[in-house]
C-alpha cells in the first residue's frame, strides 16, 4: 500500500510565503506524476501545479512566478514553495500522486489536504 502524509500549511500575511511537502511512503515501484491542486470554498478543485517524469513542471495562470514545484526522487516527496502570497490563494491544498506500486499495477492517491488562509 502507498500513503501520502501533506505538511506545511497555516496562515500568514499578504506577501508571505510557505512551503508544503507531500511525501509518499509504502511499496512504490516508481512515481510518474506530483501535483497541487487546491479548493476554495464555493470553487472548484483547481490544478495549481504538477510535475511529470521527463516533463518539465506546469503551473496554473494564476501562481505563475509565484509559486515553485520540485520533488525529491529519493525521498518521494513533492514541495510547493508558495511566495508573495495573497489572499485569493486562501483554499485547501491537496496533493496529488500518481504511480505503480509493481510493474503492472498503478495507484493514484489524494491526501488528506491542508489548509492554507492568506489573511492579515
Known amino acids: 500500500q502507498v500513503q501520502l502524509e501533506e505538511s506545511g500549511g497555516g496562515l500568514v500575511q499578504p506577501g508571505g510565503s510557505l512551503r508544503l511537502s507531500c511525501a509518499a511512503s509504502?511499496?512504490?515501484?516508481?512515481?510518474?506524476?506530483m501535483g497541487w491542486y487546491r479548493q476554495a470554498p464555493g470553487k472548484q478543485r483547481e490544478l495549481v501545479a504538477a510535475?511529470?517524469?521527463?516533463?518539465?513542471?506546469n503551473y496554473a495562470e494564476s501562481v505563475k512566478g509565484r509559486f515553485t514545484i520540485s520533488r525529491d526522487n529519493a525521498k518521494n516527496t513533492a514541495y510547493l514553495q508558495m511566495n508573495s502570497l495573497k489572499p485569493e490563494d486562501t483554499a485547501v491544498y491537496l496533493c496529488n500522486v500518481q504511480g505503480l506500486y509493481s510493474h503492472h499495477n498503478s495507484f493514484g492517491l489524494w491526501g488528506q489536504g491542508t489548509q492554507v488562509t492568506v489573511s492579515s
Open positions: 510535475i511529470t517524469s521527463g516533463s518539465n513542471p
Open positions: 509504502g511499496t512504490i515501484f516508481s512515481i510518474n506524476f
